[in-house]
């Protein structure tokens, strides 16, 4: 699922929980986690962070 589609789920109103994995891997530009021109807002509650020696996890609730 890419970031687009989190981002059309948080403006709907559908998404209750987000699972991020941060690897340290350069590919071309990136993608932004979350975009909304204009700006917004999105309250995220931290459930669990995990190290391992080659990536991060981190799992968020969307608080409403």
């Known amino acids: ?3 687009d589609v989190a ?3 948080v403006e709907a109103g559908v998404l ?4 991020v994995f941060v690897a340290p891997v350069l ?4 993608v932004r986690l979350f975009d909304h021109p ?4 999105v ?13 991060t996890s981190i799992w968020l609730r969307v608080v409403r």
Request: hydrophobic share 30%; glycine share 16%.
């Open 38 to 41: 204009g700006g917004t807002n």
């Open 16 to 19: 209750d929980e987000i699972l």
């Open 7 to 9: 981002r059309q789920c």
């Open 27 to 30: 590919l071309g530009d990136g």
């Open 1 to 3: 699922m890419g970031a």
């Open 43 to 55: 309250r995220l509650e931290r459930l669990s962070l995990t190290h391992t020696p080659r990536a």
